[in-house]
């Protein structure tokens, strides 16, 4: 049976735990939870004497301010006021009734258990520690301590073998992370393969709907004649079965990202992606007369009010001709096709109003009104050494003919001139695509 002395011996969480136990407010100080609780006990026995009261505890926390004596809190609140002491003299030794109230247990996580597994983590700590530091010890101070005193055979054997142990230990897993690595490599090279071959077989099919949709329409089969003229509105895409006469396309493996590259400008879509660009893409002949050919036929890939076939003349001299008729032609075609001949042959002095139009949201001024070329397709021929047309990939053929293209036009330029190198540089970039030519005859 539970007394208030008993009570009074109880902890501040406690006191609260049993408040609760007993349907009371759990709140206050520690002083005033006993009294809450000790009331509880006169209420359920109220004809039980009071038995002398024991000897008072230190006041603890409470402070002197607090201990002064204030009004009693009226019966049945969870007032935070003091209560009064007669009415706790009365309630000391007040026994509990004979049928015990309902409690919620709170059960404690057993403080043995969590040392145990604390105890037992620090143990494996301390062994690794001990292990890592003998072994460091038999690799540094060993060699050390033999070098200056006569070691035993079994000491030099024992450190030897520990350096065995651990070459062994760092050659089995570098071998490991190399195999792995090979292995992820071979994994992601398979499947790279298997999308590129299924991207490869959708353009294909794109290619040939595409191709059967033009011979609905132009029952010639989509070749263009006197008549291209009078086709309005282009939209960009170029004729298929001219650009494949010309370009060496469909050569195995190593050339699928130019095929399906060139899939893509044919039918008018942008070869840089996420890009506000016009479409450039050089053609490289392995001879003047094989590039006079091809500047023929790019001619025609595209009705002849859409094209524009730039000349030496125009090419060479000053920029503001070229500026003048490349506004006037990209304000009647905003998608046209302009072929650019001998590039290596551009004066350098007009070379920045191409990169202007061949740029990021390329335009061209006339009169003060900006006129765009964004959605244009650039068509240039260069006659390259036979060396850039033997390169046996599309990445190596392109990066091998635009940095020979690129030495080439800066053969005029002097070591200093800064400004001339980085304006064929930007030329350079604005390339996006290098197909080579089918040869002549």
Not at 78 to 99: E, F, H, Y
């Amino acid at each position: 049976m539970t007394t208030v002395a008993q009570l009074q011996n109880l902890s501040y969480r406690e006191l609260q735990i049993e408040c609760k136990a007993q349907g009371i407010s759990a709140k206050g100080k520690a002083d005033e939870l006993l009294g809450k609780l000790i009331i509880n006990l006169q209420n359920k026995d109220p004809s039980t004497a009071p038995s002398p009261p024991p000897a008072k505890k230190p006041a603890g926390r409470k402070s002197a301010a607090a201990s002064k004596a204030a009004p009693p809190p009226a019966s049945g609140t969870s007032s935070r006021k003091s209560i009064d002491k007669n009415i706790v003299q009365r309630a000391l030794g007040t026994p509990l009734p004979t049928t015990p109230a309902k409690s919620r247990t709170v059960t404690a996580a057993p403080s043995g258990s969590r040392q145990r597994t604390r105890s037992r983590a620090t143990s494996l700590l301390s062994l690794f520690a001990s292990t890592l530091a003998l072994w460091m010890a038999l690799f540094l101070y060993v060699p050390l301590i033999c070098m200056k005193v006569q070691c035993p055979p079994r000491v030099t054997q024992v450190h030897s073998k520990a350096i065995d142990v651990t070459q062994n230990a760092v050659s089995d897993v570098t071998q490991w992370s190399i195999a792995h690595a090979a292995r992820v490599k071979q994994t992601a090279l398979v499947y790279g393969t298997k999308v590129t071959e299924q991207a490869r077989k959708t353009s294909q099919e794109a290619s040939a709907k595409l191709q059967e949709l033009m011979e609905k329409i132009r029952p010639d089969g989509g070749s263009l004649s006197s008549k291209s003229s009078s086709y309005a509105g282009f939209n960009g895409k170029l004729n298929t079965a001219v650009l494949k006469s010309i370009v060496r396309t469909n050569q195995g493996a190593g050339w699928e990202e130019l095929d399906l590259s060139l899939t893509d400008a044919w039918a008018g879509g942008k070869i840089a992606a996420d890009t506000n660009k016009a479409n450039v893409i050089l053609f490289v002949c392995s001879s003047s007369s094989n590039c006079e050919e091809t500047v023929s036929e790019l001619s025609v890939a595209a009705p002849v009010a859409s094209t524009l076939v730039l000349n030496q003349v125009e090419l060479t001299s000053g920029k503001g001709h070229l500026q003048s008729r490349l506004a006037k032609f990209f304000k009647d075609q905003p998608n046209g096709v302009v072929v650019v001949p001998d590039v290596e042959q551009i004066s350098l002095d007009i070379l920045p109003v191409l990169n202007n139009v061949m740029g990021e949201y390329g335009s061209v001024m006339r009169d003060g009104e900006e006129i765009s070329a964004a959605d244009a397709t650039f068509l240039l021929t260069w006659q390259a050494p036979p060396a850039i047309l033997a390169e046996d990939s599309d990445t190596s053929f392109n990066l091998a003919a635009k940095k020979d293209l690129t030495l080439l036009m800066r053969e005029d330029l002097d070591g200093d001139d800064e400004a001339g190198q980085a304006v064929v540089d930007a030329f350079r970039r604005r390339i996006d695509l290098v197909a080579p030519v089918k040869p002549t005859g």
